[in-house]
T-cell receptor, first 114, second 114 residues
Framework: KQEVTQIPAALSVPEGENLVLNCSFTDSAIYNLQWFRQDPGKGLTSLLLIQSSQREQTSGRLNASLDKSSGRSTLYIAASQPGDSATYLCAVPLYNNAGNMLTFGGGTRLMVKP | EAQVTQNPRYLITVTGKKLTVTCSQNMNHEYMSWYRQDPGLGLRQIYYSMNVEVTDKGDVPEGYKVSRKEKRNFPLILESPSPNQTSLYFC?????????????FGEGSRLTVL
């Protein structure tokens, strides 16, 4: 059974810092890995989707990397801003369910202080 | 605007009173799914649908029903709600399924069962 873990569970940084969020998964047979952002009381917004054949994806100040063999992905946020404060979740489709079900990590709650 | 729309956004009901949470997407996505989010348990998948008239159970289907009569709509039905179904519910959709496509979420429906 795939298990997805995110460490740390919470993170507080001053504005302007570069930071890294971690996601690890137990089964390396994945189709892809997706990073989401969730604001309090809101739905999830897709940030980046990395296919299993890719090593990284970039969107603006965000860069996500994927190392399937070690079961890890990182989300790098450059020059953090207070508006980046949110919960960040990673998720992988279950391989043994033909990729139709998603397993989520518990999330990292990020606070960027002005 | 491309979106996933859920209704109602907030609902308080009583045990045993049937209710339906509607979900509609305007992106012509084949794949749709329902999740519930609970503190300490994270996001868990309830049901998903790969296309019209094709539905399947997720991790926590007990007490729920779904139907997919049209491509754009995927309602979640609670035939006899119980207090343990108090939760934040999300509908999501994807083009071509989770193997390749990003997942787009609705804003969520907060349900309280007394």
């Amino acid at each position: 059974k795939q298990e997805v873990t995110q460490i740390p569970a919470a993170l507080s940084v001053p504005e302007g810092e570069n930071l890294v969020l971690n996601c690890s998964f137990t089964d390396s047979a994945i189709y892809n890995l997706q990073w989401f952002r969730q604001d309090p009381g809101k739905g999830l917004t897709s940030l980046l989707l990395i296919q299993s054949s890719q090593r990284e994806q970039t969107s603006g100040r965000l860069n996500a990397s994927l190392d399937k063999s070690s079961g890890r992905s990182t989300l790098y946020i450059a020059a953090s801003q207070p508006g980046d404060s949110a919960t960040y979740l990673c998720a992988v489709p279950l391989y043994n369910n033909a990729g139709n079900m998603l397993t989520f990590g518990g999330g990292t709650r990020l606070m960027v202080k002005p | 605007e491309a979106q996933v729309t859920q209704n109602p956004r907030y609902l308080i009901t009583v045990t045993g009173k049937k209710l339906t949470v509607t979900c509609s997407q305007n992106m012509n996505h084949e794949y749709m799914s329902w999740y519930r989010q609970d503190p300490g348990l994270g996001l868990r998948q309830i049901y998903y649908s790969m296309n019209v008239e094709v539905t399947d159970k997720g991790d926590v289907p007990e007490g729920y029903k779904v139907s997919r009569k049209e491509k754009r709509n995927f309602p979640l039905i609670l035939e006899s709600p119980s207090p343990n179904q108090t939760s934040l519910y999300f509908c999501a959709s994807s083009f071509g399924g989770l193997k390749t496509g990003e997942l787009f979420f609705g804003e969520g429906s907060r349900l309280t069962v007394l």
